[in-house]
Each structure stands twice: as C-alpha cells, then as structure tokens.
C-alpha cells in the first residue's frame, strides 16, 4: 500500500508524481501504455496558452505559475538525469487576434508588453521544451526518486469498501493508496463518472529538418504554431478534430500543415516531411480545467481537462494537487 497512487504517465501524471515524492510520499504510478507516449508526446511542446485570452482566470494563473518554474526545473532534470529537455526562450510571433478588444483587454490586465513585428506581435518571453526529453528526463528522476511506476496496465475502476475508496481495480490486480489521484487526460471518463466528462479531441503534427536557426521564433497563426528546435527540426501543427479515439492520419492534414509553413518559409520546400503523427488532448465543453477533491471520496483527486495546455500547466497543476491533499 502506497501514500500516493497516481493514474496516468503523461506530462500531468510525471510531474503530480515528482512533486508528491518531494513532498515525501510513498508513490506509485500506473500507465495503461508506457510513460509520456500519449498525447502529451504528441504535442509541441510550448510553455503558454496559444491565445490566453481565451481561457478563463484559473488556467491564466497556472500557465504563469508554470512559467516562473520550468526553467529552473528543466536544469534541475538535466542534472538528476543528464537529459536535456531543451528549454528555449524563443518568443513566439503571433500574426493574428492581438489587436482583438478580447487581447488588449487581457494584456492590459496582465501587463503583457511585446514588440511589434511585422507582420505581427513577437512575445519574447515565451519559451518551449522538447516534450519527449522533459517526459524522458521526468520518467527517470521519479525512479531516481523511489517512484514505482508501472507500465501497461490498465486501470479498470475504483476499489471501494463500504462508503471508503481503497484504490483501483486494474488488468494487473489491485493498488491500494492512502489517496489516488487520477491524470488520466483523455481517457479519464473512462475511470470516473465526472459531473463534466472529458472527451478527446484529435491533433495531426508534422515535423521537418532544416538547419538551424531556419525558422527563429515560433510562429502561430489561426490557430496552426511552427515551432523550432535547436538542431533544426521544425515542427507544425495542428488540427482540431472531434472523431473519438481514432488515431489515424491522412494524407490531406499532411499537406495542409506542410503548406502552411511553406506559406511562411519558402525555402523549407527541399526540407524532407520526417514524421506525421496524431494525439488526444483531453477537453470540456466549458474549456474548464479540472483540477479538485472529488465531492464523493476524500483521498480522490482529479487533475485532468488540460486540453491543449497540458504541458504549459503541469508543474503548476502538481502543486495544487499536492496542497489539496495537504489541507
């Protein structure tokens, strides 16, 4: 028996798991496939809403409070682990909405400054990290940490006694914890009846090699980003598909991403298309993020709903689950 079971290997599961170890608790976390492959691998990987006006007050706090906290955490992975994560101030240019009444009101309120850039607004501040080397280097500071993870299986339902939650039925047996806390994304529905189901909505990304420095700032346009990496892979995305759970790609999404950058850098156009690839980021219809004590368990904790923001939230989201556990 655990302190802290925790449902889910994802951007959101990886970090809930390393701040409660911090914390000193005993963890164990579950994964139904392996740790970080999911939608959280499949996303690009910067550190701020797309267009933050468009989220209430709650998901605006997270994101700055994650902001103030990811550089310093991915040095401190670095060091733990020896892998990079590749935290990158590389600003984002925004070449549509910031002139919007909805923008000015929220950069006003924020005292958000950026440089005009024609075509559009460069935010220098905002940074990005390579998702699959923050989730690698996540994965192995939590062992380095006496977190037990546990790969490929599959949580089927909460174990409870009486009026008391116990821990989770799985494909492997039964996980007793003193508290569970589910970070499951798109696929939390499935484990739990919430007064707000989250369902998944379907993102295409495509990537390409370049030389470095090609492409300088990420670039972000209804809706659609172009993102940097510092040896010169290049990714674009994405689509916004409601089709359920399936993962397939096509071949028209592939051309439209590839126009779009093409659009934008003509000059790409000897630059090889090197993968083409789907994820599931968990949403609401309020567009809410769920991050709470369950109403009907005491040691039941969901942090799930971060739809397109899951790693620009996640060390944020972690400590609000640690301090309702605390209380």
């Known amino acids: 028996m655990s302190d802290c079971l925790v449902v889910g290997g994802g951007i959101i599961g990886l970090m809930s798991a390393r701040v409660l170890a911090m914390s000193g608790a005993d963890v164990v976390l579950l994964e139904q496939n392996a740790c970080g492959k999911q939608s959280s ?15 209430d007050d709650e998901i605006n706090a997270l994101s700055f409070e994650s902001q103030a906290i990811y550089q310093q955490l991915c040095a401190d992975l670095l060091g ?3 892998i990079d994560p590749e935290y990158q101030k590389t600003g984002l240019l925004m070449l549509d909405e910031f002139g919007s009444p909805s923008a ?74 003193d ?22 909505i379907k993102g295409q990304m495509i990537s390409l090699k370049a030389k470095p420095d090609a492409v300088k700032h990420i670039i972000l346009e209804n809706g659609k980003y172009i993102i940097p990496r510092a040896d010169g892979q290049i990714l674009i995305g994405s689509t916004m598909e409601n089709v359920g759970f399936n993962s397939a790609v096509d071949e028209a999404t592939k051309q439209n991403l590839y126009d779009f950058v093409l659009r934008h850098f003509p000059s790409l156009k000897t630059a090889k298309i090197q993968h083409h690839w789907s994820g599931f ?12 004590r369950d109403k009907n368990y005491h040691n039941l904790f969901i942090n799930t709903g971060h739809f397109r923001n899951g790693l620009s939230l996640a060390p944020a989201s972690a400590n609000r689950v640690l301090g309702l556990i605390n209380e």
């Open 41 to 55: 691998w499949a996303a690009g990987g910067i550190l701020s809403p797309l267009y933050p006006w468009h989220y």
């Open 104 to 177: 000015k009101a929220w950069l006003k309120k924020y005292q958000i400054n950026f440089q005009k850039q024609p075509p559009g607004a460069l935010f220098a501040d905002i940074a990005t990290v390579r998702n699959p080397r923050l989730l690698q280097a996540l994965r192995a500071d939590i062992s380095n940490k006496k977190v037990q993870i546990f790969e490929n299986i599959q949580a089927e339902n909460l174990l409870i006694k009486g009026k008391k939650l116990l821990g989770i039925n799985t494909s492997a047996g039964e996980f007793l914890a």
């Open 179 to 200: 508290n569970i806390i589910i970070c499951a994304g798109a696929w939390s529905s499935k484990l739990l009846d919430l007064p707000e189901p989250i369902f998944p």
């Open 80 to 82: 733990s682990t020896g």
């Open 281 to 292: 980021r968990p949403a609401t219809k309020s567009g809410k993020v769920m991050i709470k």
